[in-house]
Every structure is written in C-alpha cells, then in structure tokens.
C-alpha cells in the first residue's frame, strides 16, 4: 500500500507540474523567437539592399539589428555553457539530480526561449539581478529545473546556488534539500514547522508558474502575429525596387513602417518574461541598505537575495526563522555553494533578511496607493 501522499509532498508535485509546463512553454517560445529571429533577418537583408535610404531611418534599423545579434549571441552563449556546465556534472556525478524535470539536452531553439525568458539589454547583458556568467548559470539552472543548483555541482561554487535568486524557485532546489536529509532539525513539531514553511513556498511558487505559463503564451501569440507581419513585410519590399529615390512617397512610407515594425519586433524577443523575474533584486538590497544604514559584507550578498526571494510572500514567525537558521547553518553544502563557512553565517543574516523584506513591503504597499 502506497504511502499517503503529505502536504508537502503535494503541494511539490503540482509545482513540479507547473514548471515542467513553463519549461515546455519556454521551448515552444524558443521554436518561434527563432523563426521571429529569421523574418527579422530577411527584412534587414532586403533593407541592406535598397540604396538611398535616409540617414536617419538606416541608423534606427541598424540600430535594431545590433539588438538582435546581441540576443543572438547570448542565447548561443547559453546553450554553449549549459553544454559545458551539463558535462562537469555527469563528471561529478549529479546529473538528473533533484527533481526529475531536468531536460537531457539543449538545442539552439531552447536557448533561443531561455534568452527570450530572461531578456537582453541592448549591450548583450541579461536583464536580470545576476549578470555575466552567474546570469547564465541561472538560465541553466531554470532549464535544467534545478538539478544541478540541487545536485551541487558541475558549476563554480557560489555560481550555483545564485541560481536561488532566479525563477529556479526553492519549490525544486530548497525542498530536494529538505528531503535528502540537509535541512537538520531533530524534532518532530519542529520539522513540521519547516515543513510548513516550505509547503507555503511551493504553494507560491505553482501561482507563480501559472501567471508566468499565460504570459508565455501570450508573448508567442503576439510573436506568430509579428511575425507574419514580417514576412508580409519582405514580400511587399521585393517589389518596391532597390533605390529608395526612385519609389513612390507611399512605399517610402511603407519603409519608414517596417523600420517600426522591426523595433516591435524586436522587442518581442528581449524584453524579459516578468512573471520569472527575481522578486528581491541588487537594486533592493542596494536601497535598503542606504536606506537603513545597514551594513552586508558583499560575500553574503548572494546569501542575502537569496533568502529574501526565498521568504518573499511567505509570513513566518522568529521561531521559523531561527530553525530555518539553524537549519542552513548546519548544512555544510548548502553554505560552500556561497562559498561561505559555518562561522560565515551567523544569526544577524536572517535578521537582516526579516529588515530587507519589511522594507520592500512597505515600499511595494506606498507605491500601491
């Protein structure tokens, strides 16, 4: 007779579920940013084309096609690290660790949606609270649903887990520690306790999920809209001809229209999805600690953001915040993935994680009204 399923146990499956579904929805969203990806090339081929176009029109598009290679190039960055990153794990050992969501590999259509999920700037940098390499070992850790940050390895350490501030959620990572055993709390009311903590986590995390799964959708609807637009787009140009004096003033119109159109476009394929965005940010941290005056050694700001996104939305008393401290304090792979030690992580963090929340609740609330 199978073992009757626990609140918590449920409450993890069904964001599983949800994140296997935002997972597909990412790949079907990488599948058409890249066909996005080639009508905008083709438009910007047959612009390149066409002589005398004035300056100012020339500079905007090619302006725009700066952008989309900048995406380009990080989406390629992305399946390329988690390649690299996919085989030091299997090196160590822990690869399809954790959750079971894990995808075994990574095409350029699923790097293409991740580099859509998380947003590029128009310099190439992740919109994101990380940036450079920690940026993209938090795509990774997204697609890979978590193993690797759960497993602990095949990244730098403190790479890793940074991942946590991300939409990799602790739904995955903090209750496959839990259920390995990690998180040591002796006592059964006092596990119970944690638990609960962490059932409310998952429960937050699946909302989430959800509200993220329908703006994903609807980036691909208007995506299949742009892009049909497009390739409207470069059928109409090949008739114009290839100098721009010689058309008449409304398909010089029609030009000055695509050059808009390309800019849309464009941004259909940068702009972050903002339901998987971190919720507690640098920017947070930076503002209350001006703010307040409060001081954060910089090697526990990842631990800092981390716990803040951890908590966010989640009402605990100082009895759970102590076990949740004692918990991670006792957990040797749970701080070397900060690169931290035990005596790094005393009782002021969590302190400082109550303040640091408090404070965005309170702007959040003043910005409401």
């Not at 160590?92 to 293409?112: H, L, R």
């Amino acid at each position: 007779m199978s073992k009757k399923e626990s609140q918590l146990e449920k409450a993890q499956r069904r964001a599983e579920e949800a994140i296997k579904e935002t997972n597909e929805a990412i790949e079907r969203l990488g599948s058409r940013s890249s066909r996005l990806y080639d009508a905008l090339g083709a438009l910007q081929d047959r612009f390149d084309r066409i002589r005398n176009v004035p300056e100012s029109e020339r500079l905007e598009y090619e302006r725009v096609k700066s952008i989309r290679l900048s995406w380009k190039q990080q989406a390629e960055k992305i399946e390329a690290d988690y390649t690299a990153a996919k085989a030091g794990a299997v090196g160590k050992g822990v690869a399809g660790a954790g959750a079971g969501v894990a995808v075994a590999a990574m095409g350029p259509t699923a790097a293409m949606g991740i580099a859509t999920t998380f947003g590029v700037a128009s310099t190439g940098t992740a919109i994101s609270t990380l940036s450079g390499a920690a940026a993209t070992n938090a795509a990774l850790a997204w697609l890979g649903g978590g193993a690797l940050a759960a497993g602990g390895g095949g990244m730098a350490a403190g790479e890793a887990m940074l991942a946590l501030a991300g939409p990799v959620g602790w739904a995955i990572a903090g209750v496959a520690l839990l259920g390995s055993g990690a998180l040591l709390i002796k006592g059964k009311m006092d596990q119970g306790r944690i638990e609960q903590v962490f059932t409310l986590v998952s429960k937050r995390d699946e909302k989430s999920y959800e509200l993220a799964i329908v703006e994903l959708e609807e980036r691909i609807r208007r995506i299949d809209d742009e892009t049909g637009k497009l390739e409207e787009a470069v059928a109409r140009i090949d008739t114009f001809g290839l100098d721009y004096s010689e058309m008449a003033e409304e398909q010089q119109y029609e030009l000055g229209s695509y050059v808009n159109l390309m800019n849309s476009s464009t941004q259909l394929l940068v702009n972050p999805i903002l339901g998987l965005q971190p919720k507690y940010t640098e920017e947070d941290l930076d503002e209350f600690i001006s703010a307040e005056s409060v001081a954060v050694e910089q090697e526990a700001r990842p631990l800092v953001i981390a716990l803040c996104n951890f908590l966010y939305g989640i009402d605990i008393d100082s009895k759970d915040a102590s076990l949740l401290y004692k918990s991670f304090r006792k957990n040797k792979a749970f701080l070397e993935q900060f690169g931290l030690k035990k005596a790094d992580f005393d009782a002021a963090v969590m302190e400082t994680v109550e303040r640091a929340l408090s404070r965005k609740r309170e702007l959040s609330e003043s910005h409401s009204q």
